[in-house]
């Protein structure tokens, strides 16, 4: 169509709008894995196939954008999805499991460069990765993009480093987890993200690297200067590949969240481990839940813990760790006056009352902390129920007594009477309060009911009840 000549509105009772101009601040999401996502809830009824139903599209779209990608699809001879014509004027599109396959894929990627924002997934393969690649070099608007679980494979990954090492993209969030990615792979990601800075969170999870590909990419690391979130849970590391990734993290100065779970880095990773964390200071969150290390690796990890003032969350569990190990963890953190540890997860290791004595005394000093554990052996009921009182019916209990409401007291913790705060100060002013006096398992349950994922707790929704 001649772009000379102003858009007309579908419909003659509808007003002529244009697109809103978008600021380089604004996220656009691209979703292609199954997950729980902010998106727009779908018609009853409304199915993923690709079948075209657009009675209603022109309400929504100028003939300009709508066309682009009808025309797009005839191009490369698909049928369109109605759910993208749909959607595509929001922020968020979710296509999962929509059988695009590599034209599909293409034909949307044609339309993203002059609309919003898309997503791929079911086998787009090498030839979808080459089309999407292509519109993020005309796209300065798509911040997020999921191309989980589609077999993108060795030219996949060749495609997508050769794009990244030019750093012209607006990404910001990448996620290929579950692509067959192997250590051939792990080496072409090495060159691309040791020269990209713009990436901030990259999910390489459910691939198949093993120590070889951990050695790429912990070189990698050793020289990356832009990510901070990095998935490389369920993969292959064991001894050399884990050694490799930690001597990379000890150069790594940007680095916050490491999700290594689900590997088998054994003790000598562990070892590793433990002296990243004696010498790293950008490091926050560390999940190396079931990785096989013992007692003997978690004393390395612990001795790394006495030094460490970063870390807040360290996942272990799933690791064939006795309360004897976990005691060295928890004491670890009383030694050392500047640790910021707000959460320890062991929560598949049985304690005795002793240990949770020793805890208490370990909260004394750091009651922002929170360890999660299997259960007390040998508590007896009456016990166990005093743990468990609802901590929100002491809190209602405590207001009515002083003609006050539930959200007055949240307030009072809160030192500038806001409606939030982080989990670890919202943990830290619980502990110390003695209004409602509440042991750790009630404030863990508080917790979870206030809780965002953003790490902070919001009792701003709490019903506000008149004095």
Same mark, same amino acid.
């Given at each position: ?9 579908? *419909? ?107 997503? *791929? ?82 999910? =390489? ?48 100065? *940007? ?38 290390? #013992? ?73 922002? =902390? ?89 009792? #701003? ?7």
């Amino acid at each position: 169509m001649d772009n000379d000549e102003p858009l007309e509105p579908e *419909t003659k009772d509808e007003p002529e709008t244009e697109p809103a101009a978008r600021n380089s601040d604004e996220t656009v999401y691209c979703e292609a894995e199954a997950t729980v996502a902010v998106e727009k809830e779908k018609p009853g009824g409304e199915s993923s196939e690709t079948d075209l139903e657009i009675e209603d599209t022109e309400k929504l779209f100028t003939t300009g954008q709508r066309e682009l990608y009808l025309e797009a699809c005839k191009l490369v001879g698909v049928v369109p999805v109605s759910y993208f014509i749909r959607n595509m004027e929001e922020s968020y599109v979710n296509l999962n499991h929509h059988g695009l396959g590599p034209s599909g894929t293409k034909a949307i990627a044609i339309a993203l460069v002059e609309v919003k924002a898309a997503a *791929t997934d079911n086998c787009i393969m090498e030839e979808g990765t080459l089309s999407l690649v292509q519109m993020l070099q005309e796209n300065y608007y798509l911040q997020d993009l999921n191309i989980s679980n589609n077999d993108l494979g060795l030219k996949g990954a060749s495609t997508i480093s050769e794009f990244l090492q030019r750093n012209t993209s607006s990404l910001l969030n990448l996620q290929l987890s579950g692509n067959n990615f192997k250590d051939e792979s792990a080496e072409l990601f090495c060159q691309a993200f040791s020269a990209n800075y713009r990436i901030k969170t990259l999910d =390489l999870s459910h691939n198949e690297f093993s120590d070889k590909g951990g050695e790429h990419l912990g070189q990698m690391l050793a020289l990356n200067i832009g990510l901070q979130s990095l998935d490389l849970s369920w993969n292959q590391f064991h001894t050399r590949g884990a050694v490799a990734l930690c001597n990379g993290l000890r150069a790594n100065v *940007t680095l916050q969240k490491l999700d290594l779970s689900m590997n088998g880095f054994g003790n000598e990773g562990a070892t590793a481990l433990g002296e990243v964390l004696r010498l790293n200071n950008s490091l926050v969150y560390i999940d190396v839940s079931s990785n096989d290390i #013992s007692n003997e690796g978690v004393i390395k990890i612990s001795k790394g813990l006495e030094f460490n003032e970063s870390l807040k969350v360290l996942k272990l569990f799933l690791n064939p760790v006795s309360m004897d190990g976990a005691t060295l963890l928890i004491l670890s953190i009383k030694r050392n006056p500047k640790s910021k540890m707000e959460e320890i997860d062991i929560s598949n290791v049985l304690v005795s009352e002793q240990f949770v004595k020793i805890l208490d005394g370990v909260c004394a000093i750091h009651p922002q =902390l929170d360890v999660t554990y299997k259960a007390v052996q040998g508590l007896s009921a009456k016990k166990e129920l005093l743990l468990w009182t609802n901590p929100m019916k002491l809190i209602q209990s405590y207001a009515d007594q002083h003609q006050i409401t539930v959200i007055d007291f949240f307030k009072s913790l809160n030192p500038n009477g806001r409606m939030m705060m982080s989990v670890g100060d919202f943990r830290k002013a619980m502990i110390q309060q003695d209004k409602v006096p509440m042991n750790p398992y009630q404030v863990r349950e508080l917790i979870k009911k206030l809780a965002e994922k953003t790490g902070m707790v919001n009792f #701003s929704f709490l019903k506000t009840e008149k004095r």
